[in-house]
C-alpha cells in the first residue's frame, strides 16, 4: 500500500474495507472525499469522532474533505444497522440541529488545524430540496433496479429483523438519496471517494453505481471499522447514555473520566484511533504502560489528547484538577482555582441541599449540616461516629463534632462536605 495516507489509515486500524484502484484516484494531490452525518442530535457523539479524525488524516495528506450534513436524508432516516424504523424528527428541530453540527464541525476543525477550518462543510438539503419528487424518480430511480436495492445488506437485514411491520418506502429510498449526494459532490467537485462506517459500504456503492451509470466514471468506498470494546459493549455508551462532544449533554469531566476509565486493550487500541500520535511515540507509551499497568500512563494520554481535541487545554486542566479533588490528595486552595460553572459541573449528581446565607453566616453546626433532611447522614449519632473516626471533612479539611461552619467555607457559593474519601455532600449557599 504505497498511499501514506491508505498507510496511516491501515497501522491505526482504520481501515475495514476500500474499492480497487482507490489508490490511483488518490494519486491527484487534488482529490476530494466526503463523510455524511446525519443531524438526528444536536451534537456528535464519540462514535462520530472516528470519521471526524479520517477527515483530518485526509487534510493533512493534502486532500480536500467534505463533511456533508444530511438536512435531507435526516429527514427520511437511514435503516443501516437499525432493527427498527427511526422515529423521524420535525423539520424545525432537523433544522436546530444542523445549526447546532455546522458550528460544531468548523470548531473542531479549526481546533484542530489552529489557523483556519480548511474543511467544507454543506448542507444536502441545498440540493435535495429543489428536486420534484417526479425528478427524483426519472433522473435516479432510473437508474437504480428495485433488485440490485433489495440486495443490499441494509436493506436484507432490516426487513429480516422487522418482518412484522417490514420496511417503509421512506426507508427503502434512503439509499437512493446518498447516492445521489454522492452523485452531485462527484458534479459539483469531482469528488469520487465517500468515506464512511463498514455499515455503510452498501449505500456507498449505490452512489458509486448511480455516478458509473449517469457519467461513466469509476468512484470509490473507504470504510472503517465500527469501534467496540474489548467486553462486547458499545463503545461511547455508559449507564447514562452516548458521551457526546457538546459539554452541555456530556460535562467536560465526565467526557475526561470516560477516557480515563476504559480498559487497557481498549486504550491500546483506541490511542491508535482517537489521536495524532506518531506511532513510535505511541509504541513507547504502550511499552511504559506494561511496564507499570497502575499508573494507566496510556488512558491518562489518551484522555487529555482527547479532551484537548474536542475541548481545549484549559478545560483538560479544569477536568484533571476536578480529578484530584475527587479521587487525590487536594486542597481548599485547589477548590477556590475551580470557576463556578465548572464547579457545579462536577458535582452534578452529588446529593446537594440549599441553604441561606443566613444560617451560614450565624454558624451552622457541623452535625446540623451532616443531617439536613437526612439526605447526607440519616441521624445525629451516625454523624458523630464519623467525626470521632475522623472522616468527615470540610472543603478537604478534616473536622470534628466541634465544628462550625461559617461564611469564610464557602467557595462558589458552595461548602463540599466529604464522607470518606469518595462520598460528596454539597451545600448550596442562597
Not at 189 to 214: M, V
Request: net charge positive; aromatic share 12%; glycine share 6%.
Amino acid at each position: 500500500m504505497k498511499n501514506q495516507f491508505l498507510k496511516e489509515l491501515k497501522w491505526r486500524g482504520l481501515i475495514h474495507d476500500v474499492t480497487p484502484e482507490i489508490e490511483k484516484y488518490l494519486d491527484k494531490r487534488d482529490a476530494y472525499a466526503y463523510i455524511g452525518f446525519d443531524p438526528t442530535s444536536s451534537s456528535f457523539h464519540i462514535g462520530n469522532l472516528v470519521q471526524l479524525i479520517i477527515l483530518i488524516h485526509f487534510k493533512k495528506y493534502g486532500y480536500n474533505p467534505i463533511a456533508l450534513i444530511g438536512g435531507a436524508t435526516g429527514m427520511i432516516g437511514d435503516p443501516s444497522g437499525k432493527s427498527k424504523e427511526r422515529v423521524l424528527l420535525d423539520s424545525d428541530t432537523i433544522k436546530e440541529n444542523v445549526i447546532s453540527l455546522k458550528k460544531q464541525l468548523n470548531k473542531f476543525f479549526l481546533a484542530t488545524n489552529k489557523t483556519k477550518s480548511d474543511c467544507l462543510v454543506l448542507n444536502n438539503l441545498s440540493w435535495i430540496d429543489k428536486f420534484s419528487f417526479i425528478e427524483f424518480c426519472r433522473d435516479i430511480g432510473k437508474h437504480i433496479s428495485v433488485n440490485y436495492m433489495m440486495s443490499k445488506d441494509s436493506v436484507k437485514n432490516r426487513i429480516k429483523s422487522d418482518s412484522n411491520s417490514g420496511m417503509s418506502f421512506t426507508e427503502f429510498t434512503y439509499q437512493l438519496f446518498q447516492a445521489f449526494d454522492f452523485f452531485y459532490l462527484s458534479k459539483k467537485f469531482n469528488c469520487l471517494l465517500q468515506i464512511g462506517g463498514s455499515d455503510q459500504w452498501g449505500n456507498i456503492t449505490t452512489g458509486i453505481e448511480l455516478i458509473r451509470r449517469k457519467s461513466g466514471v469509476n468512484a470509490h468506498a473507504l470504510t472503517c471499522p465500527l469501534i467496540t470494546k474489548s467486553d462486547g459493549k458499545k463503545f461511547g455508551k455508559t449507564e447514562s447514555g452516548n458521551i457526546w462532544l457538546d459539554k452541555n449533554k456530556t460535562s467536560i469531566y465526565k467526557f475526561y473520566q470516560y477516557w480515563l476509565n476504559i480498559s487497557d486493550e481498549d486504550a491500546f487500541n483506541y490511542i491508535k484511533i482517537f489521536t495524532f500520535l506518531e506511532k513510535d511515540l505511541i509504541e513507547n507509551l504502550i511499552a511504559n504502560h506494561k511496564k507499570d499497568p497502575h499508573l494507566r500512563i496510556v488512558q491518562k494520554k489518551l484522555a487529555e489528547e482527547v479532551t484537548i481535541m474536542v475541548h481545549s487545554q484549559e478545560e483538560l486542566d479544569n477536568a484533571k484538577l476536578a480529578s484530584k479533588i475527587l479521587f487525590g490528595s487536594s486542597t481548599f486552595e485547589d477548590l477556590k482555582k475551580i470557576k463556578k460553572e465548572f464547579f457545579i459541573e462536577i458535582f452534578n449528581g452529588v446529593p446537594q441541599f440549599e441553604i441561606s446565607l443566613d444560617k451560614v453566616s450565624s454558624g451552622l453546626k457541623i452535625i446540623e449540616a451532616l443531617t439536613l433532611n437526612s439526605i447526607f447522614l440519616k441521624s445525629n449519632a451516625e454523624a458523630r461516629r464519623l467525626l470521632v473516626q475522623n472522616s468527615i471533612s470540610i472543603n478537604k479539611n478534616k473536622v470534628d463534632q466541634n465544628y462550625i461552619i461559617s461564611d469564610e467555607d464557602i467557595v462558589n457559593d458552595c461548602i463540599l462536605i466529604q464522607k470518606g474519601k469518595k462520598n460528596y455532600f454539597l451545600l448550596k449557599v442562597i
